[in-house]
């Protein structure tokens, strides 16, 4: 079992920032790719970004592309989605998830999910 908690979201004006935070506890977090999705009210939850186990590869959405950045610090067992260049589009619920995979952007490939953390990019 995986525990990921997030957090960092908030209330952010267009063309701000944000840096999202996903701590992770129970088995070793190095095993695990990691990927940001996000869900806003009346869509699907889909993909933004991923960092692949054991790796330096990350991959992102087209739409989040350029704008976020997402890293892991493996001996803090944590992963963050730095985003910049926000828009009001960006608004949605963001959920860290973590699957043993070596990397996709599929959304039921991840096993294990934090309960999310709002975002709210005012115009």
């Known amino acids: 079992q995986v525990q990921l908690i997030e957090s960092g979201g908030g209330l952010v004006q267009a063309g701000g920032s944000l840096r999202l935070s996903c701590a992770a506890s129970?088995?070793?977090?190095?095993?695990?790719?990691m990927g940001w999705f996000r869900q806003a009210p009346g869509n699907e939850r889909e993909f933004v970004a991923a960092?692949?186990?054991?790796?330096?590869?990350?991959y992102y959405a087209d739409s989040v592309k350029g704008r976020f950045t997402i890293s892991r610090d493996d001996a803090k067992n944590t992963v963050y989605l730095q985003m910049n260049s926000l828009k009001p589009e960006d608004t949605a619920v963001y959920y860290c998830a973590a699957t043993g995979r070596i990397m996709t952007p599929t959304r039921a490939h991840y096993d294990y999910w934090g309960q999310g953390t709002q975002v709210t990019v005012s115009s």
């Open positions: 129970g088995r070793t977090f190095t095993h695990y790719t």
């Open positions: 960092s692949m186990r054991s790796s330096f590869t990350t």
